[in-house]
Every structure is written in structure tokens, then in C-alpha cells.
């Protein structure tokens, strides 16, 4: 049963750079800052690519919502093997107060539309580590989800998953249509080839807006501040227990 | 070339000594004043005296044991080097230009003190030219790291040493690698370098800016300092070829019965024209290290560790040529890999020799050597030296890689007790 994936991909900065804040607190600089996919997207996309190369997928579409520039992000997706490419235009303040329920209601929406068997998203994005756009889009399609996979199988029956847990592995069996978040152990992302590239220009990229989709923007969360965390200051050394004790009693942990 | 000129254009040095008795009375003077005036260039948060940080700049990853440097300085850019080594230099104190600390022949050891100027924290990539196929890194931006940025431009930079070294480190010792045999080494792979002189000066080798990718135009100072071992300056920029990566790739290791079969398989691999990527041999001793390290499954011979680069359909050709000369060779227990997990897993055991082989005798130190000769002397050579070992009874190792480049196979066997 040949599967159509839809695979979402998220535009951020990238995992090297050192994160500045800006100085207004009302978030990190962007501006100038290199960004790259999500590293945890870049594993759903690899493995999309590896079920359609094993003729389990028929189709593996990427998405991105946000600005212009995540182009650049369906691009790389394309280059990796994907077949083609759909770019949820949001911009400005709509882009700022996007956040995992509208992505979530962007990608039921486009799994409706698609006609999608399978949506593979990364477990979370690395600048606001979520966690949640998987399961949402699970809900709001009242489809299963297989979270945290490190291992997916395709058989008759359906999907056979291994999920990491904080116990351990879970082996859970998960019918079609079904959404799947992946975690770091799935598969290593291959890196995209020049000749890919050059063939990934010429993929298509669909262009929607919110409102194609029957969508509007706004979220329900406002950002009050962000900070840097404290800087560490410098310990302090003690002479023996009994100072040690002395300290510990001033400071109200005994 | 007047090489005290210079000198006069920096009246505000007092030199201690003239130049020319730099052998004779070195007047080393590493006092108050040169620690502030240190200090005021790098700032105090870059500096450093301190006994752990002393020992941790003395020693990389060799056999040879700790050289601290009498102090630790951090600059930031390249006029903040200029004007270190300028004080330096006003005060006759050696300079110890240091990367990652994961060279292998002692290159950071401060033999006679002095100062070390630990690079890390230049390191922006300066300037990428993806179309044109080059980047320029400072000294701070390691192999992986570099690597990690490009991934995607679809463009890589290829030489391997294992370690994650740094890219001017790299150039300072000519690193090699296991993709040397078709990429090449550090010589054929920087076309530029920004260099900081010993007494402050700050020079290209190839010319301000230069990028070209080949030129006839003056001396090839560029292949000058790659290799120099920090010996004449202090390289704070270099200028990589990067070369397109692969679209497919696949790794392949083969087991043999006798040392002779595998390397009479790897000349005739070379013979052939297959643009191999890798080649690898490791002898028993080796197999049997990497299988107790990395907790592996291979059998206990003469094996190679072969990877190849290319598209889908010269990859099936270049297997099957492989195919037909390693049966040829009595070669068996093929694994092929492709996919990428399954070819780290693979090469895993060639990274990790090196540690690999130091758990093989818990607290034994290792000291490796560089040996070169000519294609056709390579089984020659291999065979004898482990009949060396064998009858000295030092334990010891071979880790060939085969390099093409003027017909010599270049390989490290590394013996230790």
C-alpha cells in the first residue's frame, strides 16, 4: 500500500549559532542570524524520503508555514528527495504570534486536502521546543499517533512503531491514516547534493495563504518577555566541613 | 630581503637582542610588564597563568608528555594577534599557536615555555563562495563544524584526518586523511592563508583577498606554510577548495586471509582507474582492537575498509569491478553499506583505532609513525614490518591509507609496549 506523506518542516535558526538576545526583550535577533530546517524535521523528511525509495510512499509532500524564506527550507526538503513543495505564506505579526495550534490546524487542513495517509512532523522545533504540533494535528484529524519514534515499519496491518519513553523503547501498532513525530535515533538526514539541489529547482512549490485554507491567524499566547538566563557567578571555596555547614545553614538549604 | 627592516618600522619595541643572536643568547624575559602588556591587547578575560589551563595547552593527543607555555593568551581577530606576537617578539618569548590539541606529534608541546596563543575563539567562517567553490574559515572553525554549515549548499570539504580538528590546524600540518587517495590533503586543497608572522607582521601567502583556483603567478608561499607546523607564523585565516558532495556514496569492507592478499587487492583497486574514495587496510591486531572497542562483529584478519563516491550508475560499475578483483584475491565476508548510520557505523571502527588500540593494553602509551613508499613496494613493506614486530615483541599496528598522488602509498604503522 503505497502511502502519501505529508511531511512539515519548520524554518529556524540554525542549531550553531549563538542565540542573542534582543535588547527590547521581546524576543531573539533574527535578523542576519543563519537559519537552516529543524534538525528534527530534517529526520522526517529523511525518512519520507527513504519510504517513497522503498516504494512505500507514493508521494511525499513537504509544507512550511511562514515568510518568504522558508522557500529556502522546502528547497533543502526537495533536494533531499522530496517530491514537491507547498509554502503556507505568513508573514509580519501574523508570523510572530504563529505557534503549534495554527500549524497544527494549517496541516489537518492540507491532510484534507492532499488526501494524506501519513503526516511526519519532527518531535519539536529547537527555538521553542514545543512539542506539540504533532500531537494536535492528531487530534484536531482524530487520527493516531506514534510520538517520539526511533524505528517505523510498514506492514500490512498498519504502521509498527517504536517510540522513545522515558522508560525506555515502546512498541505500539498504529493503523493508517496517522500522524508520526520523530525523534533523534531515527535515521542520520542525508546532506543534500549539489546535482539534488540543482534538480530540487526545478520541483514544484505550491503558494497558499491562510485564508485558502479557511484559516485565519492570531494566536491566544502573547510574549511578555525574554531573557537571558542569570550568568553564573563564581563559587566559593570553603575551608573545611564545618564551613561548608556554617555556609550551607546561611543560605536556608539546612 | 631585508628581514630586520621591519624592525625599524616599529620603534615603539625595545629589542632586547639583535636578531642575529636569537640563537646564540635567547634573553627571555616573561615578567609583569609582558603579562600586562599581554593583557591589554587580548584583555584580562583572556589571559590566563593558571596551573590547569597551563597543562591543558602542553599537550595534545601524542604520546609525549606535557610542555605547558608560560602563559595563555585568547585573541579575538587578527590585529589582536599582530600586536601579541609583536610583544613577543620585542621580548624574545616563543610563540605556540594552538587549534584543537588533536594532532598526534606533539606539535603543541612549549618546549622551551613562551607564550601560547590558543586560536578558539576567532572563529567565524568569513566568506563562503559556494558558486566558486571556496570558503575562508578562521582558526576556531573545526573540520565537522565547517561541514555541518555547508550542509546545504551541497558542498563539503573532504580531507578526513578522523579527529575534529581545526581547519588552519590543519593546514599547519599538511593533514592528510582517509579521502586523500581522491580528494587530496591539506597541500592541494588551501589556496590562501592569512598569516601572522613572528614579529607581528600579517601576510598572505597567495596574495590579499586571492581566491584563485589555480595560478602561475609568484612563489608558492601557500605550500610553504602548509606544513610548517607553526614554524613560521601563526596561521589566523585559510581559504579551502570544497568540492561538490557526492550523490551517492557506499562503503565496503572485505576480509582477507593473508596481509598479502588484501594489498595486492588494494594496487590492483589503484591499477584498475576506480576513483576510490577511501582505502583502508587494518591488520589483525587492528580488527581485533576495534572489535573489543567498539563493541563490532568482524572477523580477526587482513581486512580493508573501501568507501566509493559517485553517481548511482558509476557506483554500480565501480562495485563490480571491485567485486570481481577482491574475489580475485580470495577476499570474503563482504558488508556493503549505504545508507548513511550503517556507513558511520562502518568507518567508526577506523576512527576510533587509535583509542581502539591504546584499550588494548590499558595505560600503555602509543606512538605512531609516518612511513612513505612507492606503490609497488607497499605488500613489501607491510609484510616485513610485522615480521619486525612480531620478532621484537613490541605489540603493534598497521593503518595504511594509499594515496596516489606522485605513486606513493603513505601509511602509519604504530607500534608501542
Redesign the interface.
Known amino acids: 500500500m503505497a502511502l502519501r506523506v505529508l511531511v512539515a518542516v519548520k524554518r529556524v535558526i540554525d542549531y550553531a549559532v549563538k542565540i542573542r538576545v534582543k535588547p527590547d526583550k521581546t524576543g531573539v535577533v533574527t535578523d542576519g542570524v543563519k537559519h537552516s530546517m529543524n534538525p528534527f524535521c530534517e529526520i522526517a523528511v529523511e525518512e519520507a524520503v527513504r519510504m517513497k525509495e522503498k516504494k512505500q510512499a507514493e508521494e511525499v509532500i513537504a509544507v512550511s508555514c511562514g515568510p518568504v524564506q522558508c522557500q529556502e527550507t522546502i528547497r533543502t526538503a526537495l533536494a533531499m528527495g522530496v517530491d514537491r513543495g507547498i509554502h503556507v505564506e505568513v508573514s509580519g505579526k501574523d508570523y510572530e504570534s504563529l505557534g503549534p495550534l495554527q500549524v497544527s490546524k494549517v496541516l489537518a487542513a492540507l491532510a484534507k486536502k492532499e488526501k494524506v495517509d501519513l503526516i511526519l512532523v519532527g518531535k519539536q522545533a529547537i527555538d521553542d521546543d514545543c512539542n506539540q504540533t504533532g500531537q494536535m494535528t492528531a487530534a484536531l484529524l482524530d487520527w493516531p499517533q506514534g510520538t517520539f519514534v526511533s524505528e517505523v515499519s510498514i506492514g500490512e496491518g498498519g504502521l509498527t512503531v517504536t517510540r522513545e519513553v522515558d522508560g525506555g523503547l515502546e512498541t505500539i501498532k498504529v493503523q493508517v491514516p496517522a500522524v508520526l513525530t520523530s525523534d533523534l535515533r531515527l535515521n542520520e538526514p542525508r546532506y543534500a547534493t549539489l546535482p539534488n539541489i540543482m534538480k530540487a529547482k526545478k520541483k514544484r512549490i505550491d503558494k497558499l495563504s491562510l485564508g485558502d485554507l479557511a484559516l485565519s491567524a492570531g494566536g491566544n499566547l502573547e510574549t511578555v518577555s525574554v531573557v537571558e538566563p542569570p550568568t553564573r557567578s563564581a563559587g566559593v571555596k570553603v575551608e573545611n566541613a564545618e564551613e561548608l555547614v556554617q555556609k550551607l545553614r546561611e543560605i536556608g538549604h539546612i | 630581503m631585508a628581514l630586520h627592516s621591519p624592525l625599524r618600522a616599529f620603534p615603539a619595541l625595545k629589542r632586547v637582542a639583535g636578531w642575529r643572536n636569537h640563537r646564540l643568547q635567547p634573553k627571555r624575559c616573561m615578567n609583569r610588564d609582558v603579562t600586562d602588556a599581554l593583557s591589554a591587547v587580548a584583555g584580562a578575560d583572556n589571559i590566563s597563568t593558571s596551573s590547569a589551563v597551563l597543562e591543558q595547552h602542553g599537550k595534545d593527543e601524542s604520546y609525549h608528555g606535557c610542555k605547558p607555555p608560560d602563559i595563555v593568551v585568547w585573541p579575538q581577530n587578527v590585529e589582536q594577534v599582530s600586536r601579541l606576537a609583536a610583544i613577543c617578539w620585542a621580548n624574545d618569548l616563543p610563540i605556540i599557536p594552538f587549534g584543537t590539541s588533536t594532532g598526534l606529534e606533539g606539535g603543541v608541546a612549549a618546549l622551551k615555555g613562551g607564550v601560547c596563543f590558543d586560536l578558539a575563539k576567532m572563529d567565524k567562517i568569513v566568506q563562503l563562495n559556494a558558486v566558486d567553490f571556496d570558503v575562508t574559515v578562521e582558526p576556531g572553525v573545526t573540520r565537522k563544524?565547517l561541514n555541518?554549515?555547508l550542509?546545504?549548499?551541497?558542498?563539503?570539504f573532504p580531507v578526513d584526518p578522523g579527529a575534529d580538528a581545526s581547519l588552519c590546524g590543519m593546514a599547519a600540518t599538511s593533514a592528510s586523511g582517509t579521502n586523500a587517495v581522491r580528494y587530496g590533503t591539506m597541500r592541494e586543497n588551501v589556496m590562501n592563508m592569512e598569516v601572522v608572522l613572528a614579529d607581528g607582521r600579517i601576510m598572505y601567502t597567495a596574495g590579499a583577498q586571492r581566491r584563485t583556483r589555480k595560478t602561475s603567478a609568484g612563489y608558492n608561499l601557500t605550500n610553504l606554510f602548509v606544513g610548517s607546523e607553526g614554524t613560521l607564523g601563526i596561521i589566523t585565516k585559510t581559504t579551502l577548495r570544497l568540492h561538490?558532495?557526492?550523490?551517492s556514496m557506499v562503503s565496503a569492507v572485505c576480509t582477507f586471509p593473508t596481509v598479502q592478499a588484501a594489498v595486492d587487492c588494494t594496487v590492483q583497486v589503484l591499477q584498475y582507474g576506480i576513483p576510490i574514495a577511501r582505502i583502508e587496510f587494518l591488520d589483525d591486531v587492528m580488527m581485533d582492537a576495534c572489535n573489543k572497542f567498539s563493541k563490532l562483529n568482524y572477523a580477526v584478519s587482513s581486512t580493508l575498509f573501501l568507501e566509493f563516491h559517485g553517481?548511482e550508475k558509476s557506483l554500480a560499475e565501480q562495485i563490480q569491478v571491485t567485486d570481481e578483483i577482491m574475489k580475485a584475491n580470495r577476499g570474503s565476508d563482504y558488508i556493503w553499506a549505504k545508507?548513511?548510520?550503517a556507513r558511520?557505523k562502518l568507518w567508526q571502527a577506523r576512527h576510533n583505532a587509535w583509542y581502539a588500540a591504546r584499550a588494548l593494553r590499558p595505560g600503555c602509551k602509543a606512538y605512531s609513525t609516518d612511513v612513505c613508499v612507492p606503490l609497488s613496494k607497499l605488500p613489501e613493506i607491510i609484510v616485513a614490518t610485522k615480521d619486525d614486530l612480531i620478532q621484537s615483541k613490541l605489540t603493534g599496528w598497521w593503518l595504511p591509507n594509499t594515496c596516489t598522488l606522485g605513486s606513493t602509498a603513505n601509511f602509519r604503522f604504530i607500534p608501542w609496549d
Do not use: K
Not at chain 2, 151 to 156: M, T, V
Not at chain 2, 244 to 247: A, D, H, L, T, V
Open positions: 563544524s555541518n554549515y550542509r546545504g549548499s551541497g558542498l563539503w561538490g558532495i557526492p550523490e553517481t545508507d548513511q548510520e558511520d
